[in-house]
């Protein structure tokens, strides 16, 4: 198992441009390669692994990236920005935008609702203001209502957007160096699961562990 993957985040300048959500998404596929999230790290206690993928380009001036997953359960109770989405239907991207400094993570259910923060370790977290929320643009297939707990098999897509001067990155048209990984989990739904796009070698699950985050390379 690769343990050190390193992505490549194409520069498309054009998405900035985009006129829906469903036009950019429709950049992303045709011109950025879709990514697996299919790491089960913790096989023994959480095998279930839904088909979940991400595709990643950055305009610039911003992060664009579309999730998708397919599951069998379906569950979006928080409707309120920092609160604990990750017991939903949830995706997520933690990045490291410069070695040894901050983290940011973002974690969206799949109706939109979004818990960011930044730190330094994982027990002092800075919550984003609500200005800084709603710099990130959410649009979710699911639409924004919360409902509890659906059971069948359910296609759902999130697309977010995260301006990069919001983590701290100017891009200056030359190639910038982070760390990240990107996540699917659901912990209180009926089939509770943590998946990862890079590895995690941590006895439980712990998403905040730095050292199993992979290259991130905005191009």
């Given amino acids: 198992m690769d343990r050190n993957k390193t992505l490549l985040i194409p520069h498309i300048a054009e998405l900035d441009g985009c006129l829906s959500p469903d036009d950019a998404i429709a950049l992303l596929e045709a011109r950025a390669p879709r990514r697996i999230i299919n790491s089960v790290n913790w096989q023994r206690e959480y095998p279930y692994r839904p088909l979940s993928s991400f595709t990643v380009a950055h305009s610039g001036t911003a992060l664009y990236i579309d999730f998708f997953s397919r599951t069998n359960y379906l569950r979006a109770e928080v409707y ?3 609160g604990p989405v990750s017991q939903d239907s949830c995706v997520e991207f933690f ?3 410069r070695a040894g400094g901050e983290y940011w993570n973002f974690e969206f259910n799949c109706i939109g609702t979004l818990n960011a923060s930044h730190r330094m370790v994982r ?3 800075v919550r984003l203001t609500p200005d ?3 710099r990130v643009q959410r649009t979710a297939s699911c639409g924004s209502r919360p409902f509890r707990e659906l059971e069948g098999l359910f296609s759902w897509n999130l697309l977010a957007i995260i301006p990069l001067d919001l983590i701290g990155v100017r891009y200056e048209d030359h190639a910038i160096e982070m760390r990240g990984n ?3 989990c659901a912990s209180a739904t009926s089939q509770p699961h943590f998946l990862s796009w890079n590895p995690i070698n941590t ?4 998403f905040h562990h730095r050292d199993s985050f992979g290259k991130i390379i905005l191009q």
């Fill in 132 to 134: 800084e929320l709603a």
């Fill in 80 to 82: 309120e920005d920092l």
């Fill in 95 to 97: 990045v490291e935008p």
């Fill in 203 to 206: 006895p439980r699950p712990d």
């Fill in 123 to 125: 027990e002092n977290p």
């Fill in 182 to 184: 990107f996540y699917k």
